[in-house]
């Protein structure tokens, strides 16, 4: 019988600070301005204690209800922070066309000392105008039981599958907890993005590709680059095609995202470096996640740890970007639906620090792309934000920068190059958490 464990984001106790100690923390506080809320039903975080996820800047509050007749608007294009109660279903609506397809991602974050079980998640709901549903989404920790930032979306697609789903009206996204943390009293904070896609100038064809590359390349080789993730999906770092090397604490979350046009195809592998320290195993240490333009999951893979030698979570094969992908009946295919940015995101469980230390480790990430661009499939009018189903130059020009040819090479640099990096905001979020997890680890022991 498989024994289920739980993993836990570690709190502390406050302690009396050093004079520079408390300089130290103004500093990292003065750069998370703007990141951390205080949202209904939890408690505010320390001063000094950063979020485990940064949220878009331009986030607007919003507060979910407990029935559908109190239900707060949700905007397409627009990015909502909220919070997810531990009992019950929360509600928020849509006011929709006839024409175009919407959809909303929630994106999850565990308050720090939260548990996980592999079971424990989300579920998102979008109900059409007369309660049935149009899409429904579960999403868990899985095998990678470590408290993380996970993500479910919902969808109303105009279908002729779903005809109860084509008319416009008001619709409504329900999110909630599932598993054994539906039990428990915390809160946890809740990003939420509403976009909506133009229906087609012309009609094309209605039946997903059939063929097409399925066979894993060699893996890529070449000068890595050294490129910190951001700490949540507004803040992602732009990487193209290369290798990429970043450093990771257990506990930890990197969000990178890869600009990909119409016709191109994906691949994806994240490897950590063996360690010196420690004996054991971790289960699904290394988790790897991609997710498309509008946030929703399309793969997620994970990597057993046991410091003798490299763990590495790569993706299975996925096909080119294809608006008609939609009509396959595999997610992880009908997911490749857009062009735009796809989001890398990649976690290392907080267990590995019980028996590998606090870290932080090597993290590798060797991103391929393969396939000519194609045109467009010609909307007939503007997405939701706009542009976010276009690549945009600028992205282009940011992921390929730095990137050297075939052969070795370390890019490696030290942490405290991301104060002066210059690559954003995401990059100094990550080493603050990374101290914040090491000092709250090694509170909890002294206490």
């Not at 949220?55 to 007749?69: H, L, M, N």
């Not at 608007?73 to 009992?87: D, E, I, Q, V």
């Not at 930890?252 to 046009?261: A, R």
Request: with cysteine; aromatic share 8%.
């Amino acid at each position: 019988m498989r024994r289920r464990r739980t993993a836990r984001w570690r709190g502390a106790k406050e302690r009396r600070c050093h004079p520079s100690a408390r300089a130290r923390a103004a500093v990292v506080g003065a750069l998370l301005l703007g990141t951390t809320a205080v949202l209904p039903g939890r408690p505010a975080l320390a001063a000094d204690t950063p979020s485990p996820y940064a949220f878009a800047p331009d986030a607007r509050p919003v507060t979910g209800a407990a029935s559908a007749k109190d239900a707060a608007l949700l905007t397409p294009g627009a990015t909502y922070k909220s919070s997810l109660r531990s009992g019950g279903k929360t509600y928020y609506r849509l006011s929709l066309d006839a024409t175009s397809d919407a959809y909303v991602s929630a994106t999850a974050i565990p308050a720090p000392g939260s548990t996980a079980s592999d079971g424990d998640g989300i579920k998102v709901t979008v109900q059409g105008p007369d309660d049935r549903d149009c899409s429904r989404d579960t999403e868990t920790f899985g095998v990678a039981h470590s408290p993380r930032p996970i993500v479910a979306w919902g969808a109303r697609e105009v279908s002729a599958h779903r005809s109860y789903c084509r008319r416009g009206g008001t619709y409504y996204v329900i999110v909630e907890r599932v598993g054994t943390a539906n039990a428990t009293w915390d809160t946890w904070d809740l990003e939420l993005f509403a976009t909506s896609e133009p229906h087609l100038k012309q009609a094309g064809a209605t039946r997903a590709p059939e063929a097409w590359n399925s066979a894993s390349p060699t893996p890529l080789t070449g000068e890595v680059v050294r490129r910190e993730g951001g700490a949540g999906f507004a803040s992602a770092v732009s990487v193209g095609q290369g290798v990429w090397s970043s450093d990771i604490a257990p506990g930890g979350t990197l969000f990178y995202k890869v600009p990909l046009n119409w016709g191109r195809q994906l691949y994806a592998t994240a490897e950590l470096d063996s360690s010196n320290s420690g004996a054991g195993s971790t289960a699904g240490a290394l988790n790897l996640s991609l997710y498309n333009p509008a946030r929703g999951l399309i793969d997620d893979v994970s990597a057993h740890y046991n410091g003798r030698q490299k763990a590495a979570a790569e993706l299975r094969p996925l096909p080119p970007v294809a608006y008609e992908n939609r009509y396959d009946g595999l997610a992880r295919y009908s997911r490749m639906r857009f062009a735009g940015s796809y989001y890398l995101v990649v976690h290392l469980s907080a267990e590995v620090a019980e028996t590998y230390g606090d870290g932080p480790f090597r993290l590798t990430l060797r991103v391929r792309m393969e396939g000519a661009t194609e045109a467009g499939p010609g909307y007939a009018g503007e997405s939701e934000p706009r542009g976010v189903f276009e690549v945009a130059a600028g992205d282009l020009g940011v992921a390929a920068g730095g990137q050297g040819g075939e052969g070795g090479g370390d890019g490696g640099t030290a942490m405290t190059v991301l104060a002066v990096s210059g690559i954003g905001a995401g990059t100094v979020l990550l080493g603050a958490l990374g101290v914040w997890t090491v000092v709250a680890r090694r509170r909890l022991r002294a206490w």
